[in-house]
Each structure stands twice: as C-alpha cells, then as structure tokens.
C-alpha cells in the first residue's frame, strides 16, 4: 500500500495540533480556545494517545492496578469498556464489583441509571433485552467462556484480541478496545507485538484510504485487508520516529496510536476537504 506523502504530512500536522491542544487545556495560564484551527475549535476530537481520554485515564487509576488475577482483569475491563461511562463505573467501584462480581446487586445499583452507557461506542445488545439487561447477559457470557476455557494468559496482544473475539457479543472492535486496556495492565505491559500489531477498524481503514487517493472507501474495512492496512500502520509508526513528522521530547508513538489516529484523521479530511459535518461539536 503505497501512502500519499502530501497526505502523511497533513496527518502527522493535525495529530500535532491535537496534541498541543492536549497540553494547552492542561495548562493553567491557558484559555479558550485552545487552538486557531477552525475545525478542531468546532468538533469534537478524541486525544492521539488514547490513555489521555477521561475514562481510560479513570480505568488506570481505578481498574487497572487492582491486585487481580488474569481472568478477572480481562472480565473487569470487558465490563469498563461496555460501559464507558465514568458515573457508571463509580457506582460499580463503590458496590466492590471489581473484587467480586455479583449480578444481582449490579442489577439492583444500576436499575434506572440513566444514562447508564458512554456515547463513544455503539453496544449491541441481545434482542428483546433492554440495555442493562443486555450488558449485564454479555458480562455473563464473557465470565462463562473465560471460566469455561480456563485460558493462561497470553504473550501478546493479538492472542488476547483472537480470546476475545470467541466471546458472544464482542465484535472486533469491542475485543481491540479491551486489548489495548489489558497491554497496560502487568499482564501484557511487555507485549511482543505492541510495536508491530493493531486492528484497523472502519474508522482507521478510511483515514487509510485518504492516505493512499483522497477518498475513504478504496482501503474497504474487513479481514481480507487487515495484514497490508497493518503494514501500512507500520510505515506511519516508523514515521513518528522523525523529528519532522513527531516532535521527539511527546511521548512516542505505538501501533495503538497509528491505527487511532487514522480514525480522527478520517473525519478531520471529511469536514476540511468534503465539507461534511461530524456528529459531536466540541464544548470547552
């Protein structure tokens, strides 16, 4: 897959620009606006490193470093990433459900919490099941399966992506989300693949394609694709070693950070060059 240099240059230009605004809201002698680029003033992006987002950020300090085993940590971030939501997940933390599960009484904490789920992911629910019921019936099946598997922990992070994708109702996405939570966990912080491996989703198989034309459809987003879109993730992590693309003193780069930024690229390029609108304005 051969990448348009005009275009690798605008996407390393617009991660630096959300990186800076990263640390201009940080700042305290800095107000708003926090940029002079038009676009990201309007809408709302998400941060280059994942791990400065507000809930994966809340999961470090909450979840992560909890004295679990393997197959609870799998299953409580399994359950933070159907979730999402900060409030939520405080209600779980304070009722101890991260030490020991209880359906029941997460039943009985959580009825007529609204909302109950973040809007960053899209969670599909068993038909006929309202969404705590649906939540708490995925959280089931995760347990089932990782009890019934009696799976070791694994050595990298696409063998733990391929444990979770035998889960009922944890698709792609969902299983790469909690992947990248476990590689920050003492399970998989060292990881032979965190350099070399991602998944590109819809989102990242786009920002791909306008990399490659100017469009967003000529990289089509499915399995058949997944190991060139990975080299190609590749070429753009090497890049982020270059002092022209990446300033060297940000924190670096991993495959996690390419295939992300891929995504919010693609719908920088949707409103600056197709006029398109996206669906979250951004609110100081």
């Known amino acids: 897959m051969k990448l348009n240099r005009k275009h690798i240059t605008e996407y390393f230009k617009t991660a630096r620009e959300r990186y800076q605004i990263h640390m201009n809201k940080d700042a ?14 309007e809408w709302r992006f998400c941060n280059v490193h994942r791990e400065h987002d507000k809930v994966s950020n809340w999961i470090e300090m909450n979840v992560r470093q909890l004295d679990v085993d393997y197959h609870r940590m799998v ?14 997940l405080e209600i779980i933390k304070e009722a101890g459900l991260f030490e020991k599960w209880d359906t029941r009484k997460a039943r009985r904490k959580l009825t007529g919490l609204k909302p109950l789920v973040g809007a960053a992911y899209v969670i599909k629910t068993p038909t006929g099941k309202n969404k705590l019921e649906g939540v ?42 909690i992947t990248s939570d476990m590689r920050h966990t003492i399970f998989l912080d060292d990881a032979r693949d965190i350099n070399t491996w ?43 070693k270059n002092e022209k693309y990446w300033p060297q003193e940000w924190p670096a780069w991993e495959m996690r950070e390419a295939e992300h930024w891929l995504c919010e690229y693609a719908k920088y390029a949707k409103v600056k060059h197709l006029g398109m609108r996206m669906k979250r304005r951004y609110k100081c």
């Open 28 to 41: 305290l002698y800095k107000d708003a606006p926090y940029t002079k680029d038009p676009i990201f003033q």
């Open 75 to 88: 299953f409580n971030l399994s359950l933070c990433r159907l979730i999402n939501r900060i409030e939520t």
């Open 136 to 177: 708490l019936y995925i959280v089931k099946k995760i347990k089932a399966r990782l009890r019934v598997t009696n799976q070791s922990c694994p050595t990298t992070l696409q063998q733990q992506w391929e444990i979770l994708m035998k889960c009922q109702f944890i698709g792609s996405f969902m299983a790469y989300e």
């Open 198 to 240: 991602a998944v590109p989703g819809p989102g990242a198989c786009a920002g791909l394609s306008w990399l490659v034309d100017g469009t967003l459809t000529s990289v089509p987003y499915r399995a058949s694709t997944r190991e060139v879109s990975i080299a190609a993730m590749q070429q753009l992590l090497e890049c982020s």
